[in-house]
């Protein structure tokens, strides 16, 4: 069964530096891999997907990431944070080409920017 | 266009008591999940419904809970005789159908509390 992992539960950062949210994963087959931020009382909005292709994905807000398929992992990345990045931030995992699977999420990294 | 809906935005009720949660997805969207997260957690998958085939109920916790969509709107998660570990943000997503490289769209959810 596929899993997905997101080691760190706060990530604090100063406004204007580089930010980088870790989130690892298994699958046995070819993984789709998704990141989700959710700011306070609301839900989790969309930011950016991997699905084929280029490892480096671009999304919403600024915000990339980077599939690394060795490593088995999905880091977002922002290259200037703003304090309005501030949010929970959400891995997810789906594996299978065909039916349902459903989609598998970390515990979340809660992004602490700074001014 | 319109997201995702969910209502009522908060539920308080008493031990042993039955309670309904809505959820309005995006029209035209096939697929529907429900999510539960609780405190400090990430999302558990509840159940999923695909169009007018068979819901996906394998994540369902107990018999308390049941959930119905009717063709491609409404959908109604029920939960009967609610207990304290019941108490969490119930959160609703539509996709455009349920292919793996679709991202899910959330609604605000439903923060319930049982008392």
């Known amino acids: 069964a596929q899993s997905v992992a997101q080691p760190e539960d706060q990530v604090n950062v100063a406004e204007g530096n580089p930010l980088t949210v870790k989130c690892t994963y298994s699958?046995?087959?070819?993984?789709?891999l998704f990141w989700y931020v959710q700011y306070p009382n609301r839900g989790l909005q969309f930011l950016l997907k991997y699905i084929t292709g280029d490892n480096l994905v671009k999304g919403s807000y600024g915000f990339e990431a980077e599939f690394n398929k060795s490593q088995t992992s999905f880091h977002l990345k922002k290259p200037s944070a703003l304090v309005s990045d501030s949010a929970l931030y959400f891995c997810a995992v789906r594996e299978g080409d065909t039916g349902f699977q459903k989609l598998v999420f970390g515990t979340g990294t809660r992004l602490l920017v700074s001014p | 266009g319109a997201g995702v809906s969910q209502s009522p935005s908060n539920k308080v009720t008493e031990k042993g008591k039955d309670v309904e949660l809505r959820c309005d997805p995006i029209?035209?969207?096939?697929?529907l999940y429900w999510y539960r997260q609780r405190l400090g957690q990430g999302l558990e998958f509840l159940i999923y419904?695909?169009?007018?085939?068979?819901?996906?109920k394998s994540g369902l916790p107990s018999d308390r809970f049941s959930a119905e969509r009717t063709g491609e709107s409404v959908s109604t998660l029920t939960i009967q005789r609610t207990q304290q570990e019941d108490s969490a943000v119930y959160l609703c997503?539509?996709?455009?159908?349920?292919?793996?490289?679709?991202?899910?769209?959330f609604g605000p959810g439903t923060r319930l509390t049982v008392t």
């Open positions: 029209s035209g969207h096939t697929a």
């Open positions: 699958v046995s087959g070819n993984p789709y």
């Open positions: 419904f695909q169009g007018n085939s068979a819901p996906d």
């Open positions: 997503a539509s996709s455009p159908t349920s292919g793996p490289s679709y991202e899910q769209y």
